[in-house]
């Protein structure tokens, strides 16, 4: 029988006892390709000789070949479990070297396992390179928050290795197939989310599914059967898919554009987005995944074509629209999803850079109101999804929500609208009343359109309601919630730039990502070092390794609200100028030729306030908070400019 989570599992003496060929023989039956190739079965095969004779010293224990790491679709080649303390084990057969790679792979699974699976918690687990050629060198043993640095073996040497550490540590016992078993409650980021979908897997496959967080697959499903009621009832409908910040909207996108991206189903479904920096991230990982896979099943494809493939699946909103101007052609999509809803442009917004750009001088429409009527040139049956984040506009000719509602009342009141409870919000109706809003249309309420938890920051689901309360003067509530989240998500509010990056980059092993951020109206932090206006490649910043200069680990370029919004990183250091800065409340300012100058728009003050919330709720697992001193021989840079926020973020810090 297949087994899901592993290829093979033993208690430590059947293993030993048992036939390698058999062993081998469960192995192969167990992987999910048809045709395991014949370099495959050889690596195992001489995992297993080695690994007998290894472990014949050992009187307990259990090994597992090929354990699953869902979030990132990887699996560890073996693990031990011994003497209660979880060994992972990393082959490189063959190799005569003990490579930063493997280092790095080893101890991100270590990771993987301590954060996601529930019985890895407060387990220690130790990850180990075995380069079977390689030659024996000296290992420390130091291990950080239940995880050790990783070791490194050869085929002669790990039993010896191992038997060193039982003289070292002693651990509390625990069930060995009860950790194997264990609840495994991963969180991906967009880029791996995306990788995985793409690749085949399913939402259920690399998400949380647990009662602290709202199953991402109940809102698929409801979106599922309106997609069916629409086509059965030849009805046209449009959804609007509410959350707080990091709920997972867009990995709900991308999943139902994957799901139904079968055109001879007649379910054609596009991915859009406004966000060019994410459309270009995404559509750079999926490419590099794709050309990596290929490489190591034999094949070769270039990274152009790979990226055709890619952008036809996750496009840029514009292109998709400009492409509809000015024609009556029917999309071939019956499904559109349409990512962040809340930036589509207004009417005067979009008319004037269709005169400007495209030369179309009667452009009558808001950008909502065309995306729809895109949609409605089917004759029968058609679906639009908006995703939308509240709070979560943040440039001048962002329409906001209510735009959609005003499209769908003047041009399309026959649609089927399909809404959460949530939406009767501020945060949403920017101002206006809801029940204007929807006066007129066909509204139907469903509570499963709303992502309620923060998958994001997958330590604590109360750090979107933390940030909330500090942008919203809330001084009280930001305390307690801060009460709540200090010991599982860890902030530094600092005056000093190197002490933060010091910190951040202590916080973090393997492959773990940091990155500096700021407003992209932070202009005055130049004197820091920080230059928001400089052009940087988001592709190589979100996606490089750490020896490359253009990555975020090298904390060199700061990305801004624009380029970061709907991505994330595991940790990031928030550079905070004065454009929005805490006197008595916070204040809104703009710095122009020489100096501040208070925003008094309505709409750009909460343009930069959420700009600010973009920034604070970009970090999985801790922030820094940079707040510069300040000079006041600089009048652009005086000490109260800063002063005030510091001391309101500290006091409710330290409360």
């Not at 011994?82 to 493997?102: I, P, R, S, W």
């Not at 390179?129 to 420390?140: F, G, R, W």
């Not at 991915?271 to 050309?291: C, H, I, M, T, Y």
């Not at 709303?450 to 604590?460: D, N, V, Y």
Request: contains cysteine.
């Amino acid at each position: 029988m297949r087994n899901s989570r592993c290829y093979y599992s033993a208690d430590l003496f059947q293993f030993l006892h048992e036939n390698p060929q058999t062993i081998l023989g469960i192995i192969c039956e167990n992987d999910s390709f048809s045709e395991t190739t014949l370099l495959q079965k050889n690596t195992w095969s001489e995992e297993i000789n080695i690994l007998q004779k290894e472990f014949a010293r050992f009187d307990e224990g259990r090994i597992i070949f090929e354990y699953t790491i869902p979030r990132i679709c990887k699996r560890v080649d073996v693990v031990f479990l011994h003497k209660n303390v979880v060994y992972l084990l990393e082959f490189k057969c063959g190799e005569t070297e003990y490579k930063k790679g493997a280092n790095e792979q080893v101890l991100d699974y270590a990771l993987d396992l301590q954060n996601f699976q529930k019985e890895s918690h407060d387990k220690i687990i130790i990850p180990i390179v075995v380069a079977t050629e390689a030659k024996t060198i000296e290992n420390s043993f130091v291990v950080k928050g239940n995880i050790a640095e990783p070791l490194f073996c050869n085929r002669g040497n790990i039993g010896e290795i191992i038997a060193l550490i039982d003289e070292k540590i002693c651990c509390n016992s625990f069930n060995y197939e009860q950790w194997e078993n264990s609840e495994y409650l991963p969180t991906p980021t967009i880029i791996e989310a995306a990788q995985a979908l793409y690749n085949g897997h399913k939402v259920e496959e690399i998400t949380r599914s647990d009662a602290d967080a709202k199953n991402l697959s109940e809102t698929t499903r409801a979106i599922d059967e309106i997609i069916a009621y629409s086509k059965d009832n030849k009805r046209k409908s449009i959804c609007f898919v509410t959350g707080v910040p990091g709920a997972g909207k867009t990995l709900v996108g991308l999943n139902l554009a994957i799901e139904h991206a079968n055109a001879r189903q007649g379910e054609h479904a596009v991915f859009l987005s406004g966000n060019q920096p994410l459309v270009s991230v995404l559509q750079e990982a999926l490419a590099r995944d794709k050309v990596k896979q290929a490489s190591e099943e034999g094949e070769k494809i270039s990274k152009r074509e790979a990226l055709r493939e890619t952008s036809a699946f996750i496009q840029i909103i514009h292109k998709y629209r400009d492409s509809f101007v000015g024609n009556d052609d029917v999309p071939p999509e019956r499904i559109a999803i349409f990512d962040e809803a809340q930036r589509a442009w207004t009417k005067e917004m979009i008319s004037k850079f269709m005169k400007t750009k495209k030369g179309v001088l009667d452009f009558d429409y808001s950008e909502p109101e065309f995306l729809i009527s895109t949609l409605d040139r089917h004759n029968d049956w058609a679906v639009v999804i908006c995703l939308v984040g509240g709070g979560q506009e943040i440039n001048t000719g962002e329409a906001g929500l209510p735009e959609w509602f005003d499209s769908l009342r003047k041009s399309f009141s026959e649609w089927d609208v399909f809404v959460s409870p949530q939406l009767n919000d501020t945060e949403y109706t920017r101002g206006r009343k809801w029940a204007e809003m929807i006066e007129d249309l066909n509204i139907n309420q469903d509570v499963n359109l709303h992502l309620a938890s923060s998958i994001r920051s997958f330590r604590t689901p109360d750090v979107s309601a933390f940030v909330k309360a500090i942008l919203d003067n809330d001084l009280q509530t930001a305390q307690s919630l801060y009460q709540k989240i200090k010991n599982k998500y860890p902030i530094l509010l600092t005056r000093d730039l190197e002490e933060a990056k010091t910190w951040v980059k202590n916080q973090c092993r393997g492959t773990t990502r940091y990155g500096l951020v700021a407003s992209s109206g932070a202009l005055r932090l130049k004197p820091e070092g920080i230059y928001v206006k400089n052009d940087i490649d988001v592709e190589n910043w979100f996606l490089n390794d750490k020896d490359d200069v253009r990555s975020s680990y090298y904390l060199e370029d700061v990305v801004t609200e624009f380029q970061i919004q709907g991505l994330e990183l595991d940790y990031t250091i928030v550079a905070w100028d004065a454009d929005f800065r805490y006197i008595n409340g916070w204040t809104y300012n703009k710095f122009s030729g020489t100096k501040w100058q208070n925003i008094n728009s309505d709409d750009n003050k909460n343009y930069l306030k959420n700009a600010y919330r973009v920034l604070l709720t970009r970090a999985r697992q801790g922030m820094a908070i940079f707040i510069p001193n300040g000079d006041d021989s600089d009048e652009t840079r005086l000490r109260k400019f800063y002063n005030g926020t510091y001391n309101y973020l500290k006091n409710i810090m330290d409360n």
